[in-house]
């Protein structure tokens, strides 16, 4: 019914509905505003890196001008080509003024580590006393050759590393500048600034640790001079991307370790560096991050409450519905006593009063019915009395009239006894309803009589149940069984036959049990006996068992009733199955 029903068809209905509204509107937002955040995101990054080339041209320029200042101070061009000479004392009042000449020119430049003046000459001049200055005429004195033969103005080498204190080393970065002899234009010495590598690393963290960014510095041979995350290699880049060493600018977009990322450079003038960074393209501001998340989060918070009124919508109507489906199956079911209670004030709510009252209706016909099934079961059973109390009296009459004969007369005060109290029992009390013992002493009474007629042919007992003694039941349903067993289950029997009424409760029903081992039925004869409307059979009186069979139906209803089990050559069980209904004060029969 899942698919088919109304309620899954309205809510599939309106569902797509909304479905198709939010995601036109989810794809309006993507794919019409994303290229305006895309160009947005790499103006966005583009002024960025120009912020960062700025810092970096104004620290170049400061650089700059300051070891121009120093290579044109008269007190170093007049010194750098003279060899050291004079007194120790001399020589170290030398070295004290130019290194506070140096501390003085570099003061103020926080990013400044130190400064070096290096003579061709061998001797080198330092604004930290404490330097290896072997160290560092080591590191400089190549640059000579590559100052005098490409006639360059000013060199910035890679990172490297200084020992400024014994055992102390810092990263730094150094710009080297010539001093020339102004008369001879002569190359004289170098001036050596140390830049402090951690400053030029916070100036690139600062900003991209809010952009969660990748950056490098590179040279135009590809050494990459700074980068950042540090433990980062980003040589494939250089290789994937080549143009980023050739470019002056460049902007593209492309995958960087396995992003989508804009990568964008830009050229330092001072050292012929080039800033590239890349930056993942999804999103890039917090601005776009923030508008993305803002519209997602509305769209979101849309299709619940959409789907929720929708579902709530779609029981509104289908839930009164499958209440009266439901209500119909119960009723299907036997459950006449079932009502709806919709109150709602609607056509729903109409239709479930109408409903109710319906079913009362057909309540009270089924209940005018049934009395009349049972007036007229009862007029029926009656009937059958009339025709099986006068045929049993004859019977009757007959057996005393023979043992008057055979017996000299010793037994017939018995006999008549039983027979009064069995005419008694079946036709001067009232209703139809007995209790199991009273029923049982009535039967007890009916076998002295065919023990008379019978002899000693067959033997009788009981084994009931103490709780099933005051169960009620129908009057007369167990004589006809016996009866069966004693005119037609020992037929042919050379063993002596016996009968035993056994009850008892189980799965809250009463199971009174009629067992013989006569001969038997086949499993034909006995599916004819089990069927309700069977009233054919060849052994039994049919008409008897059709009577039990039928007034137990109208007394309690489908589910109760009278089943045979039989296996030819070993007797047979003829079981009733009733419901437990007590009557209170009934003392409990002794078993025979």
């Given at each position: 019914?899942?698919?088919r029903?109304?309620s899954?068809r309205?809510?599939?209905?309106m569902?797509?509905l909304?479905f198709?509204l939010?995601?036109?509107?989810w794809?309006?937002n993507?794919?019409?505003y994303?290229?305006?955040?895309?160009?947005y995101?790499v103006?966005?990054?583009?002024?960025?890196?120009?912020k960062?080339?700025?810092?970096?041209?104004f620290?170049a320029?400061?650089?700059?001008?300051t070891?121009?200042?120093?290579?044109?101070?008269?007190?170093?061009?007049?010194?750098?080509?003279?060899p050291?000479s004079?007194?120790?004392?001399?020589?170290?009042e030398r070295r004290?003024?130019?290194s506070?000449?140096?501390?003085g020119?570099?003061?103020?430049?926080?990013?400044?580590?130190?400064a070096?003046?290096?003579?061709e000459?061998?001797?080198?001049?330092?604004s930290?006393?404490?330097?290896?200055?072997?160290?560092?005429?080591?590191?400089?004195s190549?640059?000579?050759?590559?100052?005098?033969?490409?006639?360059?103005k000013?060199?910035?080498?890679?990172?490297?590393?200084?020992?400024?204190?014994?055992?102390?080393?810092?990263?730094v970065?150094s710009?080297?500048?010539?001093v020339?002899n102004?008369?001879?234009?002569?190359?004289?010495?170098?001036?050596?600034?140390?830049i402090d590598?951690?400053?030029?690393?916070?100036m690139?963290?600062?900003?991209?640790?809010e952009?969660?960014e990748?950056?490098?510095?590179?040279?135009?041979?590809?050494?990459i001079?700074f980068?950042?995350?540090?433990?980062s290699n980003?040589?494939?880049?250089?290789?994937?991307y080549?143009?980023?060493?050739?470019?002056?600018?460049?902007?593209?977009?492309?995958?960087?370790?396995?992003?989508d990322?804009?990568?964008?450079t830009?050229?330092?003038?001072?050292?012929?560096?080039?800033?590239?960074?890349?930056i993942?393209?999804?999103p890039?501001?917090?601005?776009?991050?923030?508008?993305?998340?803002?519209?997602?989060?509305?769209?979101?918070?849309?299709?619940i409450?959409?789907?929720?009124?929708i579902?709530?919508?779609?029981?509104?109507i289908?839930?009164?519905?499958?209440t009266?489906?439901?209500a119909?199956?119960?009723i299907?079911?036997g459950?006449?006593?079932f009502?709806?209670?919709?109150?709602?004030?609607n056509?729903?709510?109409?239709?479930g009063?109408t409903?109710n009252?319906?079913?009362?209706?057909?309540?009270?016909y089924y209940?005018?019915?049934f009395?009349?099934q049972k007036r007229?079961?009862e007029?029926?059973?009656?009937?059958?009395?009339?025709?099986i109390?006068?045929h049993?009296?004859?019977n009757?009459l007959?057996?005393?009239?023979w043992?008057?004969?055979l017996?000299?007369?010793?037994n017939i005060?018995?006999?008549?006894?039983?027979?009064?109290?069995?005419?008694?029992?079946n036709?001067?009390q009232?209703?139809?309803?007995?209790?199991?013992?009273?029923?049982?002493?009535?039967?007890?009474?009916?076998?002295?009589?065919?023990?008379f007629?019978?002899?000693?042919?067959?033997?009788?007992?009981?084994?009931?149940?103490?709780e099933?003694c005051?169960c009620?039941?129908?009057?007369?349903v167990l004589?006809?069984?016996v009866?069966?067993?004693i005119?037609h289950?020992f037929?042919d029997?050379?063993?002596?036959?016996?009968?035993?009424?056994?009850?008892?409760?189980?799965n809250?029903?009463?199971?009174?049990?009629?067992?013989?081992?006569?001969?038997?039925?086949d499993l034909a004869t006995v599916?004819?006996l089990?069927?309700?409307?069977?009233?054919k059979?060849k052994?039994f009186?049919?008409i008897?068992?059709?009577?039990?069979?039928?007034?137990?139906r109208?007394?309690?209803?489908?589910g109760?009733?009278?089943?045979?089990?039989?296996?030819p050559?070993?007797?047979t069980i003829?079981?009733?199955?009733?419901?437990?209904i007590?009557?209170?004060d009934?003392?409990?029969i002794?078993p025979?």
């Amino acid at each position: 019914m899942g698919f088919r029903s109304i309620s899954f068809r309205i809510f599939i209905g309106m569902a797509g509905l909304t479905f198709f509204l939010l995601a036109t509107m989810w794809a309006a937002n993507r794919y019409v505003y994303l290229d305006e955040f895309r160009k947005y995101e790499v103006d966005y990054n583009v002024l960025v890196t120009n912020k960062i080339k700025s810092q970096f041209d104004f620290m170049a320029d400061i650089i700059r001008s300051t070891g121009n200042a120093l290579g044109a101070n008269a007190k170093v061009v007049d010194m750098l080509p003279k060899p050291q000479s004079g007194s120790d004392q001399e020589k170290v009042e030398r070295r004290n003024e130019i290194s506070s000449l140096l501390l003085g020119t570099i003061g103020t430049q926080s990013f400044i580590k130190g400064a070096h003046i290096v003579s061709e000459l061998g001797y080198v001049y330092s604004s930290t006393l404490s330097i290896d200055e072997e160290q560092v005429f080591d590191f400089v004195s190549r640059y000579f050759t590559v100052m005098r033969e490409k006639k360059v103005k000013e060199l910035w080498t890679n990172v490297h590393e200084v020992e400024y204190y014994p055992d102390n080393y810092f990263s730094v970065m150094s710009y080297i500048c010539p001093v020339y002899n102004i008369e001879t234009q002569k190359l004289i010495g170098l001036i050596v600034l140390d830049i402090d590598y951690q400053v030029v690393r916070e100036m690139f963290s600062l900003s991209t640790v809010e952009l969660d960014e990748k950056i490098m510095v590179v040279d135009t041979e590809g050494n990459i001079i700074f980068n950042h995350p540090i433990i980062s290699n980003f040589e494939p880049v250089l290789e994937q991307y080549p143009e980023i060493l050739t470019a002056k600018n460049l902007q593209l977009r492309g995958p960087v370790f396995g992003r989508d990322s804009i990568i964008v450079t830009e050229t330092i003038e001072m050292a012929d560096w080039k800033i590239v960074r890349m930056i993942e393209a999804l999103p890039l501001t917090e601005r776009s991050r923030s508008l993305l998340f803002i519209f997602n989060t509305i769209l979101f918070a849309t299709a619940i409450i959409s789907f929720t009124f929708i579902l709530l919508s779609t029981q509104s109507i289908t839930r009164p519905v499958k209440t009266l489906i439901q209500a119909c199956k119960r009723i299907e079911r036997g459950d006449l006593d079932f009502r709806v209670s919709l109150k709602l004030k609607n056509e729903l709510g109409i239709l479930g009063d109408t409903f109710n009252i319906m079913m009362d209706q057909i309540q009270s016909y089924y209940k005018k019915e049934f009395e009349e099934q049972k007036r007229k079961s009862e007029l029926e059973f009656q009937v059958l009395q009339a025709q099986i109390n006068p045929h049993f009296l004859y019977n009757t009459l007959d057996s005393i009239k023979w043992l008057a004969v055979l017996q000299n007369m010793n037994n017939i005060a018995d006999m008549c006894t039983s027979l009064i109290n069995l005419l008694k029992y079946n036709l001067a009390q009232p209703g139809t309803l007995t209790t199991l013992s009273d029923e049982v002493e009535n039967l007890k009474n009916y076998i002295r009589i065919q023990k008379f007629r019978y002899g000693d042919t067959f033997e009788f007992s009981t084994q009931l149940d103490p709780e099933t003694c005051d169960c009620e039941i129908l009057r007369f349903v167990l004589q006809p069984l016996v009866e069966n067993c004693i005119l037609h289950a020992f037929e042919d029997m050379e063993d002596k036959g016996f009968i035993k009424i056994l009850s008892f409760i189980e799965n809250d029903k009463l199971h009174i049990e009629v067992i013989d081992n006569g001969s038997g039925m086949d499993l034909a004869t006995v599916y004819t006996l089990n069927q309700s409307d069977s009233n054919k059979g060849k052994r039994f009186n049919t008409i008897g068992i059709h009577n039990i069979k039928e007034r137990i139906r109208l007394q309690y209803g489908e589910g109760y009733g009278l089943y045979y089990i039989s296996e030819p050559g070993i007797g047979t069980i003829a079981e009733m199955v009733l419901p437990v209904i007590k009557k209170k004060d009934v003392p409990a029969i002794q078993p025979v």
